[in-house]
């Protein structure tokens, strides 16, 4: 069955450190690959997506994920981290095969930045 | 445009009622969807439709139907309310775009108690 992984369920860092948050999925075909990210008591916002081309892609606040097909993975990476950025994360596939839209979701990490 | 919309945020059930709980979207995309997501669970898919007229179920169909009258509504109903339904519900639409899907948008959720 298809799926995604989401190693780090629970990531606390200090303001200004480094994030890397992974994410695995298992289809080996052609695939598009989201992050989602959800505020306290808020519904999911995209962060940004990848389809083709670029394998670095960068979203909105800072953020930026890097596609590796080699290894099945599309981890978000942010260079220095604030406490608005407190938040659950979520990787989420959708495999080009299918016709019905259907996006796989990874557990999600939730993310707690310290002031 | 107001994108997705939910009704109620909050519910209380006691068990063995029904309920309906209502989405709708106003950027005529042909796919919505109903999630659940339950802690450290992500987001479980519990059906889906590609227009009007024509609904599927996703991974956890169970204790639920759904309706697609018109393109812009898609609600959920919960025939017999049980605990394990307990959870936030999240309705969302997307447009198939050239690259098979693009962005699913999300509604503000509705939180469900069951007791």
């Known amino acids: 069955a298809q799926s995604v992984s989401q190693h780090n369920h629970h990531v606390i860092l200090s303001e200004a450190a480094s994030l890397e948050l992974g994410c695995n999925y298992s289809?080996?075909?052609?695939?598009?690959l989201f992050w989602y990210v959800q505020y306290p008591g808020q519904h999911l916002q995209l962060l940004l997506k990848y389809f083709s081309g670029d394998p670095l892609v960068k979203g909105i606040k800072g953020f930026e994920a890097e596609f590796i097909k080699s290894k099945f993975s599309f981890n978000l990476r942010k260079p220095s981290v604030q406490w608005s950025d407190t938040a659950e994360y979520f990787c989420a596939a959708y495999h080009g095969s299918s016709n019905t839209g259907k996006l796989i979701f990874g557990q999600g990490t939730t993310l707690q930045v310290k002031p | 445009n107001a994108g997705v919309t939910q009704t109620p945020k909050f519910r209380i059930l006691k068990i063995g009622q029904s309920m309906t709980l209502q989405c709708t979207q106003d950027m005529n995309h042909n796919y919505m969807y109903w999630y659940r997501q339950d802690p450290g669970m992500g987001l479980k898919l519990i059906y889906y439709?590609?227009?009007?007229?024509?609904?599927d179920k996703g991974e956890v169909p169970n204790g639920y139907n759904v309706s697609r009258s018109t393109t812009e509504d898609f609600p959920l109903r919960l025939e017999l309310a049980a605990p394990s339904q307990t959870s936030v519900y999240f309705c969302?639409?997307?447009?198939?775009?050239?690259?098979?899907?693009?962005?699913?948008?999300f509604g503000p959720g509705t939180r469900l108690t069951v007791l």
């Open positions: 439709s590609v227009g009007a007229g024509i609904t």
């Open positions: 289809y080996g075909g052609t695939v598009n």
């Open positions: 969302a639409s997307s447009y198939p775009g050239t690259s098979g899907l693009d962005e699913q948008f």
